[in-house]
């Protein structure tokens, strides 16, 4: 039995995975998955090497999942991954949402139309904007404008989450979410 134990800054991104994982898994019943939510990125930072230090489950896997937000990806990364304690860092993976989770969403508007029920979104798809939806500034805020304030960040993530392509390419931050994923299980998927 894995343990796939996931470090979370907020809870919409819990809502995403929840939504997330089961499909992602669905083929494997030896996967045991496990959400630890921070209370934002200075909780997350400030607890990490506690949390990972104390968790005794063997044959344990860890995610660290934290938004970039305008800080610099690999400097958030590398203090991230500085923070786990040496004897789980080999099996823990920290993964960077650019900007924000909201940039997965934009990269898959059908996804984003179909969990807030709402019609006409799916073809701005298209244009420049949301062909490269990490490089977003803000994408919380393009979404809500996007939606007409029909996205909250809850609700949202879980609704979006159940419709979210897992082999969508427009946001790199994804892809590499899903692909580490991949690895540090060692399964096909």
């Known amino acids: 039995m894995i343990n796939l134990v996931f470090f979370l800054e907020e809870p919409s991104a819990e809502a995403l995975l929840k939504a997330l994982i089961p499909r992602l898994l669905a083929q494997y019943e030896d996967i045991s998955v496990y959400y630890l939510v921070f209370e934002g990125k200075q909780d997350?930072?400030?607890?990490?090497?506690?949390?990972?230090k104390g968790w005794r489950r063997p044959d344990s896997?860890?995610?660290?999942?934290?938004?970039?937000?305008?800080?610099?990806?690999?400097?958030?990364k590398l203090r991230l991954q500085q923070l786990c304690p040496d004897d789980k860092r080999n099996r823990t993976l920290v993964r960077i949402a650019c900007?924000?989770?909201?940039?997965?969403?934009?990269?898959?508007?059908?996804?984003?139309?179909?969990?807030?029920?709402?019609?006409?979104?799916?073809?701005?798809?298209?244009?420049?904007?949301?062909?490269?939806?990490?490089?977003?500034?803000?994408?919380?805020?393009?979404?809500?404008?996007?939606?007409?304030?029909?996205?909250?960040?809850i609700s949202g993530s879980r609704a979006i989450g159940a419709y979210l392509k897992l082999d969508n390419k427009r946001s790199n931050s994804f892809n590499v979410f899903i692909n580490g994923l991949k690895a540090i299980l060692g399964y096909d998927i």
């Open 44 to 52: 997350l930072e400030k607890k990490l090497n506690k949390r990972l």
């Open 61 to 76: 896997r860890f995610i660290v999942l934290r938004d970039q937000d305008s800080a610099n990806c690999q400097d958030v």
């Open 99 to 153: 900007r924000e989770l909201e940039s997965w969403y934009l990269a898959d508007l059908d996804a984003v139309e179909k969990g807030l029920i709402i019609s006409g979104i799916a073809p701005y798809q298209r244009k420049r904007k949301y062909r490269n939806p990490d490089a977003i500034y803000k994408p919380s805020h393009e979404l809500e404008r996007l939606t007409n304030r029909n996205y909250q960040k």
